[in-house]
C-alpha cells in the first residue's frame, strides 16, 4: 500500500467554497494552500488577453510552449479579499481571474489532454514535500491519489448560483442575469463531469460533505475533525 501524504485535497463544483475552506484549513493546520482553479483561470485570461479561444490552443502548440514557458506563482489573497492572485509572466491577476467569461473559457481549457498534463505536472511538484491543501476537481484522483486526507463538497445548483452571485455583487458587479448564471454553472458541471481526461469525480476513498446548509465554519469544523481522527500513521 502506498505511503500516504501529508496533503489535503478538496474537490466539488463551482459555489460550494472550496478556495475559502481551503485557505481556512491551511492556516488552522499550517499548510501551503495551492488553488488549482486559479491555474487554469490565469491560462485562460492569458488567452482571452490575447484574442485567442480554446480551440486554438488545442491546434497550435506554439501557443501551449508559450504558456507554458510563462511562470507562474500563486500568491495570497489581499487584505479583505477572498481569493488568491497569480504572478503570469510577471502580471499579477486577482478579480480578473473570477469573471464568468474567464470561469467558462478555464473549463474549456481544463478538458485539454496538453494542459491537463502540464498544470497537473506543476502541481505536483508544489505539493510534492507535503503539507499542502489543494482543491479543484480532480486533485483527489489524479493530482494526489496519495494524499492522507480527501473531501468532495457539493451543494444544490440553486445554492450555488446564490452563492455566486453574492460573491459578483460583493466585488461590484452590477446587472448580473442570476437565471443564465445558474444555466451557466450547470453546463460547466456537466462539462466537466463529462470530459474524457481527469473528470469532475469524488474518490472512492473521500468524504462527502453537502455544504448546502452549512455555513463556511460548519464545514471547516467538519473538516478538522475529520483529519484529526485520522492521523497519518
Known amino acids: 500500500m502506498s505511503e500516504k501524504l501529508a496533503i489535503v485535497t478538496i474537490d466539488g463544483p463551482a459555489g460550494v467554497g472550496k478556495t475559502t475552506i481551503s485557505r481556512m484549513i491551511a492556516a ?11 491555474m487554469y483561470r490565469a491560462f ?3 488567452l482571452a488577453h490575447i484574442g485567442k479561444t480554446a480551440e486554438d490552443l488545442e491546434n497550435d502548440d506554439s501557443m501551449l510552449s508559450m504558456l507554458g514557458n510563462l511562470e507562474m506563482q500563486l500568491l495570497p489573497p489581499l487584505e479583505g479579499q477572498e481569493n488568491g492572485r497569480v504572478l ?11 469573471t464568468e467569461e474567464i470561469s467558462c473559457l478555464a473549463s474549456e481549457i481544463a478538458s485539454l489532454p496538453a494542459v491537463r498534463k502540464m498544470l ?3 502541481q505536483q511538484q508544489m505539493g510534492r514535500a507535503g503539507r499542502v491543501v489543494i482543491e479543484g476537481r480532480d486533485t483527489g484522483t489524479v493530482v494526489f491519489p496519495q494524499a492522507a486526507w480527501k473531501f468532495y463538497l457539493d ?3 440553486e445554492e450555488r448560483a446564490r452563492r455566486r452571485v453574492t460573491q459578483m455583487r460583493n466585488r461590484g458587479e452590477v446587472g448580473i442575469n442570476e437565471a443564465a448564471l445558474l444555466q451557466s454553472l450547470m453546463a460547466r458541471d456537466e462539462a466537466d463531469r463529462n470530459r474524457s481526461i481527469a473528470p469532475l469525480k469524488m474518490a472512492e476513498d473521500a468524504y462527502l ?3 448546502t446548509d452549512l455555513s463556511i465554519k460548519e464545514v ?5 475533525v475529520r ?3 485520522e492521523p497519518i500513521e
Open 28 to 38: 488552522h493546520l499550517g499548510f501551503t494552500c495551492l488553488d488549482t482553479g486559479a
Open 44 to 46: 485562460a485570461w492569458m
Open 88 to 98: 503570469l509572466g510577471g502580471k499579477e491577476l486577482g478579480p480578473e481571474l473570477r
Open 120 to 122: 497537473t505536472a506543476v
Open 155 to 157: 451543494a444544490d445548483p
Open 209 to 211: 460533505i453537502d455544504t
Open 220 to 224: 471547516v469544523g467538519e473538516m478538522l
Open 227 to 229: 483529519i484529526q481522527i
